[in-house]
């Protein structure tokens, strides 16, 4: 799966509005930093514990803040989930890979759900743009519409996830606003906004057949904009354990289902592709 054209750079900024179940950035749902605890690296586990007899192991996820941050390790088993920066030094910091993008290239921001920060975003966006650098939003869209239009008119191109279009359905299983959603696409789309619908495949959720339907009967009215259509995974069970947090369940997708997605999509005037992860 890409990131947008070219060589780029993703930035994550933390903080989500969704709590899907099959979240593949769980260290950004969260707005704040996260301390981490990698259970694999640590030396406890590796027959060197003398070097870290005042180290609380996996405990260190139950202490508050305050009191975590006495604690250090010098094997990276601890450690912090996200970073603060001023709209100067992150610019700065992302431009010194401009040699690596060349005119192909650019720049990608992601979650969580960076509309959360647009205000912020927007402060860093306009000063890239003084570069030329290419945007790529990566987003749920669900977020209310002033937030979209902060952001949108100094980006170049949006991935946008297509997952629960059921209104009921949507605010259980994710905590989102299918309507909201909706709205925001429209928006996009008044604006003629360049736009790449994602869609990540279960069985259980996306490819339930009411889903399915919703899906089909939504692209429809948007044939201009690509589909890519890809299964879950379980690549983020590592960072789930990190944070003390259960990995979720095993998401069963039916690939044959994928393909007949695609398929409906292409024949009836979308253009679709299924996509690996």
Same mark, same amino acid.
């Given at each position: 799966m890409q990131?947008?054209?070219?060589?780029?750079?993703t930035?994550?900024?933390?903080?989500?509005t969704?709590?899907?179940?099959? @979240?593949?950035?769980?260290? !950004?749902?969260?707005?704040?930093?996260?301390?981490?605890?990698?259970e &694999?690296?640590?030396?406890?586990n590796?027959?060197?514990?003398?070097?870290?007899?005042a @180290?609380?192991g996996e405990?260190?996820?139950?202490y508050?803040?305050?009191?975590?941050?006495?604690?250090?390790?010098?094997?990276?088993?601890?450690?912090?989930?996200?970073?603060?920066?001023?709209?100067?030094?992150?610019?700065?910091?992302l431009?010194?890979?401009?040699?690596?993008?060349?005119?192909?290239?650019g720049i990608?921001?992601?979650?969580?759900?960076?509309?959360?920060?647009?205000?912020?975003?927007?402060?860093?966006?306009?000063?890239?743009?003084?570069?030329n650098?290419?945007?790529?939003?990566?987003?749920?869209?669900?977020v209310?519409?002033?937030?979209?239009?902060?952001?949108?008119?100094y980006? &170049?191109l949006?991935?946008?996830?297509?997952?629960?279009?059921?209104e009921?359905?949507?605010?259980?299983?994710?905590g989102?606003?299918?309507?909201?959603?909706k709205?925001?696409?429209?928006?996009?789309?008044?604006?003629?906004k360049?736009?790449?619908?994602?869609?990540?495949?279960? !069985?259980?959720?996306?490819l339930?057949?009411?889903?399915?339907?919703?899906?089909?009967?939504?692209?429809?009215q948007?044939?201009?904009?690509?589909?890519?259509?890809?299964?879950l995974?379980?690549?983020? !069970?590592?960072?789930?354990?990190?944070?003390?947090?259960y990995?979720?369940?095993?998401?069963p997708?039916d690939?044959?289902?994928?393909?007949?997605?695609?398929?409906?999509?292409n024949?009836?005037?979308?253009k679709?592709?299924?996509?690996?992860?």
């Amino acid at each position: 799966m890409q990131d947008g054209p070219g060589i780029r750079t993703t930035v994550f900024l933390k903080g989500c509005t969704l709590h899907c179940p099959w @979240c593949a950035n769980p260290e !950004n749902i969260r707005c704040g930093r996260q301390y981490y605890f990698k259970e &694999d690296i640590c030396s406890a586990n590796r027959g060197k514990s003398v070097f870290c007899a005042a @180290c609380p192991g996996e405990t260190i996820l139950k202490y508050s803040y305050a009191d975590k941050t006495k604690f250090s390790c010098p094997f990276g088993a601890i450690g912090v989930y996200g970073k603060s920066y001023k709209t100067q030094e992150l610019v700065n910091l992302l431009l010194r890979d401009k040699a690596y993008w060349k005119e192909t290239g650019g720049i990608t921001f992601s979650g969580g759900e960076p509309l959360l920060q647009a205000q912020e975003l927007k402060r860093v966006l306009m000063l890239l743009k003084e570069s030329n650098i290419h945007i790529v939003l990566e987003t749920a869209l669900h977020v209310p519409i002033d937030a979209v239009k902060t952001v949108s008119e100094y980006v &170049d191109l949006l991935f946008v996830d297509l997952k629960i279009l059921d209104e009921q359905e949507c605010k259980k299983i994710l905590g989102g606003q299918a309507d909201l959603f909706k709205n925001n696409v429209r928006h996009l789309a008044a604006t003629e906004k360049k736009v790449i619908f994602r869609i990540p495949c279960s !069985n259980e959720f996306t490819l339930k057949d009411s889903n399915s339907k919703l899906l089909k009967e939504f692209i429809h009215q948007y044939n201009c904009y690509p589909v890519e259509i890809f299964s879950l995974h379980n690549f983020a !069970n590592s960072k789930y354990r990190t944070l003390g947090l259960y990995p979720p369940s095993e998401f069963p997708v039916d690939l044959c289902k994928m393909e007949r997605l695609a398929t409906w999509i292409n024949e009836t005037g979308g253009k679709a592709s299924v996509i690996s992860i």
